[in-house]
Each structure stands twice: as structure tokens, then as C-alpha cells.
């Protein structure tokens, strides 16, 4: 079965606490990309890979950092969590253009 | 202005009815359109991509308008499981994507 799989699905941690959000695809898609959604804003690009060793910034990417070591992998890394950074985070994957995206279950994270 | 604008709504409607969102963009060069449906705190879906031509999936009918830079997605018949946020979404094409606020509609029986 086709599936993009998000870890953990909640968490909660205090300020400054290095945290990681893991992502893992088995379709074998070259792009994946990181969003997070606030409330009345939508959809917020983080980070995005087209392919392995590949990043790029999305819209809001300070306070982030991404690895795309292997195709099917592509964490998030929060080196080190402000509650502004308190947001429902979604991962997403898709073949070449972005043409249609697959999205992860989410995680609601919280910084306290 | 944002890039991407929908009314937030909600919009409540009674079973049976027909809905229709609009969503505007402001970047002309945008290339792909679609809709994504979103039920409450769990991941977007995509709906249906939206042509020049016009496209229609069942009860869902979605266009684009290059000219005024407006999509719309008409919804007909509307079922209580229509609730949802629907979200309009944009591409410039390569890796950019720009997803709108989303509208929320709640089908009353």
C-alpha cells in the first residue's frame, strides 16, 4: 500500500529541546516537502527535496532544517523549538512538478 | 494581498443544495490548479485538478479563468459528507506550491 508515514503524531516538548519529526514514502517519489498549518493561514511551505542530497527553502524556513539522505527519507529537524513554532506540520510527496501531492497523517506539535 | 485568497467562510447548506467556492491567485505566471479537500486536523487530499477546458468529477465541477485569475468548484447535490475544508491550491510550476486558507462547509440535514 501506498503510504507516507509521519512520526510522531503528537508531541509535546519545552522550548530549546531538539526535536525530529520523521517522514518516510515507499512510492518511490523524488519529491517530498515539508508544510506547516496555522490557523487562517493555510499551508505553509518549510522545506522541500527534488531529489537526494537536494534541499531548498520554502516560505518560512527559519528555525527548521531538513536531510535527504536516502529517497524515501526526509526528517525535520527543529534544532532548537520556540512556541512559535507550536503548529499541525504535514508531509507531503509527489512526482515531478509537484503536480499531485500525498500527504502524511500530520503531527500536532506543541512547545512549551 | 495574499497569493493565494478564498473566503473562509463557512458556508452551511442544506442537503441537496448546490455550493460554490471561488479562489483567486495573484501570480500570472501560475500554471497548475487544483482542490484539495481537508477533513478537521487530519491531512489534505487531493480533490481534482482544474483545466482551462473546465472539469467535472460527478457532483464536483471545478474552472479556471486565466483572465481574471479566479478558479471556482461547484458542488451539487451537496451530501453531509461534503463537510470539509476545501482548499485551492496553485503551482508556478517546478516545486512551488501555493495552498489557499481553505473554505469550510458544513452540509445540514
Known amino acids: 500500500e501506498a503510504q507516507v508515514t509521519q512520526n510522531p503524531r503528537y508531541l509535546i516538548t519545552v522550548t530549546g529541546k531538539k526535536l525530529t519529526v520523521t517522514c518516510s514514502q515507499n512510492?518511490?517519489?523524488?519529491?517530498m516537502s515539508w508544510y506547516r498549518q496555522d490557523p487562517g493561514l493555510g499551508l505553509r511551505q518549510i522545506y522541500y527535496s527534488m531529489n537526494v542530497e537536494v534541499t531548498d527553502k520554502g516560505d518560512v524556513p527559519e528555525g527548521y532544517k531538513v536531510s535527504r539522505k536516502e529517497k524515501r527519507n526526509f526528517p525535520l529537524i527543529l534544532e532548537s523549538p520556540s512556541p512559535n513554532q507550536t503548529s499541525l506540520y504535514f508531509c507531503a510527496t509527489g512526482t515531478g512538478g509537484s503536480e499531485k501531492l500525498f500527504f502524511g497523517s500530520g503531527t500536532q506539535l506543541s512547545v512549551l | 494581498r495574499k497569493e493565494v485568497e478564498q473566503d473562509p467562510g463557512p458556508f452551511n447548506v442544506p442537503e441537496g443544495a448546490t455550493v460554490a467556492f471561488n479562489c483567486t491567485y495573484s501570480n500570472s505566471a501560475s500554471q497548475s490548479f487544483f482542490w484539495y479537500r481537508q477533513d478537521c486536523r487530519k491531512e489534505p487530499k487531493l480533490l481534482m485538478s482544474?483545466?482551462?477546458s473546465g472539469n467535472e468529477d460527478g457532483r464536483f465541477t471545478a474552472q479556471l479563468n486565466r483572465a481574471s485569475q479566479y478558479i471556482s468548484l461547484l458542488i451539487r447535490d451537496s451530501k453531509l459528507s461534503d463537510s470539509a475544508t476545501y482548499l485551492c491550491?496553485?503551482?508556478?510550476?517546478?516545486?512551488?506550491?501555493?495552498f489557499g486558507a481553505g473554505t469550510r462547509l458544513f452540509v445540514k440535514a
Open positions: 512510492m518511490n517519489h523524488e519529491y
Open positions: 491550491v496553485v503551482s508556478t510550476g517546478g516545486f512551488k506550491t501555493i
Open positions: 482544474v483545466y482551462s
